[in-house]
C-alpha cells in the first residue's frame, strides 16, 4: 500500500483512522483529517453543541464548514501513483461483540476498546490508542480500563472530570463546583478520600457484610425448616380436607333426596286438596247451569205467585259460597328454591372464610365438618327451616360492623369539580376544577367520583355525609354501581347503579331514572350493607341503632363498586 512508502509523513496521515488520508479537509485550527473522520467525530458532538479537534482539543461554538484541502489532495495522490506498492499482512481485527466496549472512533464495524481516556471521553481500540501513545500532547491524558461508563465520571453541571470528593455533601464533584455550590466545603482529592476509607472503614464493612452474611444464612436455615414442617403440616391438612369434604359431599346428597322426597310429598297432599275441591266445583257448576236453565225458564211464567217463589230459591241458591280454594299457584317452592340458592351462596362464603383464616393461622378443618354436622343432624322436618334462615341478615351494628370493609376513592375517577384529600378518604364538591389528569375511568359529566375497590361478597360500610346548610340545592348520592358504567351518566339515571338521594331532612331511592320516596329523615352516617350473591342491598341509618332506610333484592352480575354524587359544597368521608 501507498502507506507503507511514508511511514515517517505524519502530516499526511489522518490522526483518527491513523491511514492515509482520504478526501483531507483542514479544521480552523489548522489539523487535517479524512473528512469522513472528522464528520464523524464531530456527529458525535451535535448533542453537547460543543466541537473539538481531536489533536489539540481546541473547541468551536458553532460546527465549522469543512472544505478539500486541494494542495494535501495533490500530495497524497502523487504519492500514491508513484509509490511502490507493498502489502504488509494486517492483524486479525478483534470486533466488538454484545457487552463489549466499542470503539468510538471506528467507522464502519466497531473493534473492541482497550482504553478509556477521561480527557477525551472516549473508548479506543489497539488502533485507535496509537495517538495517546506517541502524540505528545496526547501521553498525558488519563488512560483507564475501558468502560461504558464515562458519563458517571463527568460532572453534569461543568462538563469536567469528577476529580474531587465533597466530604460535607458525600458526593463527587469537578474542581469548578470547589467554586461554585461547593465552594467553603471540606473537599479533598478522590483518590485521598478513597485511601482515608480504605484505612479507617474498609475493615469494619468487610465484618458487618460477614456478620450480615452469617444472620442471613441462619435465617435462611431456619426458614428451610419452617417450609419442611409447612409442608407437613399442609399433606396433614390436604388428607383431612379430602375426608371431610368427602364426608360433605355425602351429607349433601342425603339432603338433596331429602328435599327432592319434601317436595314431592307437598306436591301429593296438595294435589290431592286440589283434586276434592276439584270435585265440589264441578257438583257447583252443574247446580249453576241448572238454575241457570229454570231460570230462563221462570222468565215467561205467568203466574205472578209461582215466579215469586221460585225466584227466590233460585236466587238464595247462587249466593251460596264456592268451596274454599286452598292451593296456591306457586306453593312454597318458589321459596325452596330461593333459600337454596342463599344457602348454597352461604356455604361458598363460608368455605372462603374459612380457608382465609386458615391462611392466616386461625381456623383449622375441623371447624368447616363442624358446622356441616349441624345440617346432618337437622331433621327432614326442620330441613325447610334451616334453609330459609341459613342466611339471617344482621340486627346490631356490631353484627354489620363483621362484614365491613376497608374503601379508599379511586384518584383516576373523579370529575374534576371533586377534590379528594385525608388519604382520599373524603370527596369535597369544588366550583373550582381540579387539575386532575385524562384517564379513560373519569366520570367527567357529572361530580361524581368511585372508590378503588369493587366487591362480589357480602361487605359493609359506612359514610358520613356533609350538607351545606346555606345552600337550598345541597345534597349526596351514595350510591353502588358497575365500573362499565357510562362516564357521562348520572347515578340514578343508569341501570348500572343503584343510589341513595340524600338532602337535608329527607332522603330517597333511586334505579333507572325511578324515584321511590323513603318517609325517614336520615342521621349523617349512612351504612350501606350488600350481599352480592344473595343480590341483596340496604341503606341503614346509624345512630345508636340501625334504622333501615331502603331494601332492595335484585340480581348482581357485576363487581359492585361504592360511589359518590355531591352537589353544592357537599362532601362525604368514608369511616370503613
Known sequence: ??????????????????????????????????????????????????????????????????????????????????????????????????????????????????????????????????????????????????????????????????????????????????????????????????????????????????????????????????????????????????????????????????????????????????????????????????????????????????????????????CKPSPSNTLSPHMSFEDLSKSLVVLKSEVEELCKHVIKLSGEGKCCSGDILSWFMLLNATSSAHLYISLVTSVKMPDTREDFLKYSCALTLDPNTPCRLISLSEGNKRATFRKEKQLYPDHPDRLTEYAQVLCEQGFRRRVYWEVEVELDLKSEESYVEIAIAYKSIKTVCDFRDDEKSWVLYCETGKCSFWHCNKETAIPIAPTSTIGVYVDHRAGILSFYSVSDKMTLLHKVRTSFTEPIYPGFYLYENASVKLLS
Open 1 to 318: 500500500m501507498a502507506e507503507a512508502v511514508i511511514e515517517d509523513q505524519d502530516p499526511l496521515r489522518c490522526s483518527v483512522c491513523l491511514e492515509l488520508l482520504k478526501d483531507p479537509v483542514t479544521c480552523p485550527c489548522g489539523h487535517s483529517y479524512c473528512m469522513k473522520c472528522i464528520s464523524g467525530c464531530w456527529d458525535q458532538e451535535d448533542q453537547r453543541g460543543e466541537y473539538s479537534c481531536p489533536q489539540c482539543r481546541e473547541t468551536f461554538t458553532t460546527r465549522p464548514v469543512l472544505k478539500k484541502n486541494t494542495i494535501l489532495a495533490e500530495l497524497v495522490e502523487k504519492i500514491k501513483s508513484s509509490a511502490s506498492q507493498t502489502v504488509s499482512p494486517t492483524l486479525p481485527a478483534s470486533y466488538a461483540e454484545p457487552g463489549d466496549v466499542e470503539c468510538d472512533f471506528c467507522i464502519e464495524r466497531k473493534l473492541t476498546a482497550v482504553k478509556s481516556c477521561l480527557v477525551c471521553l472516549v473508548s479506543l481500540c489497539q488502533t485507535h490508542i496509537e495517538p495517546h501513545n506517541s502524540i505528545p500532547a496526547l501521553k498525558n491524558h488519563k488512560l483507564v480500563q475501558a468502560s461504558t461508563r464515562l458519563e458517571e465520571r463527568i460532572c453534569p453541571q461543568h462538563s469536567k472530570l469528577m476529580e474531587v470528593f465533597c466530604r460535607t455533601d458525600q458526593k463527587c464533584i469537578c474542581m469548578l463546583c470547589t467554586m461554585d455550590d461547593h465552594k467553603g466545603h471540606d473537599a479533598v482529592f478522590v483518590a485521598v478520600e478513597r485511601k482515608e476509607r480504605e484505612q479507617n472503614e474498609l475493615d469494619k464493612t468487610r465484618a458487618e457484610y460477614l456478620k450480615r452474611i452469617q444472620k442471613t444464612e441462619q435465617e435462611v436455615l431456619e426458614m428451610q425448616e419452617a417450609v419442611a414442617s409447612h409442608q407437613r403440616s399442609a399433606q396433614e391438612a390436604e388428607q383431612q380436607s379430602e375426608k371431610i369434604f368427602t364426608e360433605l359431599l355425602e351429607s349433601i346428597e342425603r339432603r338433596r333426596s331429602e328435599v327432592k322426597e319434601l317436595i314431592r310429598a307437598q306436591q301429593k297432599a296438595a294435589v290431592r286438596d286440589a283434586e276434592d275441591v276439584l270435585e265440589k266445583l264441578e257438583q257447583e257448576l252443574a247446580e249453576l247451569r241448572r238454575g241457570h236453565a229454570q231460570l230462563e225458564k221462570l222468565s215467561v211464567e205467568e203466574d205472578h205467585v209461582l215466579y215469586l217463589q221460585s225466584f227466590q230459591v233460585l236466587k238464595s241458591s247462587v
